[in-house]
């Protein structure tokens, strides 16, 4: 089993900025693709970015060029760098790693004021 712990979630100014951590542990050897996905109030959860074991990235058209994913696997942590927030942006943001199954993490909230 992988357990995930997010972190560095908060308040902030549309414009801003906030670095989200997800600590990985357990069987971290197995984990290959691994992701950020969000939440909002009334809406279905919906991928952010991804990162494969190659650092290989994708991402969502509406973070493109503001969120950058990255991982350290020396210590099986995964981030998102998220600047020029906006109000849009408000939701709980979960970290996702996939083995031969998906693990989540329970979610870290980000609040973006206008």
């Known amino acids: 089993q992988v357990q995930l712990v997010e972190s560095g979630g908060g308040l902030v100014q549309a414009g801003g900025s906030l670095r989200l951590s997800c600590v990985a542990s357990?069987?971290?050897?197995?984990?290959?693709?691994m992701g950020w996905y969000r939440q909002a109030p009334g809406k279905q959860r919906e991928l952010v970015a991804t990162?494969?074991?190659?650092?290989?990235?994708g991402y969502a058209d509406s973070v493109k060029g503001r969120f950058t994913i990255s991982r350290d696997n020396d210590k099986n942590t995964l981030y998102l760098q998220m600047n020029s927030l906006k109000p849009e942006d408000t939701a709980v943001y979960y970290c996702?790693?996939?083995?031969?199954?998906?693990?989540w993490g329970q979610g870290t909230q980000v609040t973006v004021s206008s």
């Open positions: 357990g069987r971290v050897f197995t984990i290959n693709v």
């Open positions: 996702r790693a996939d083995t031969v199954y998906p693990y």
């Open positions: 990162i494969s074991s190659r650092g290989t990235t």
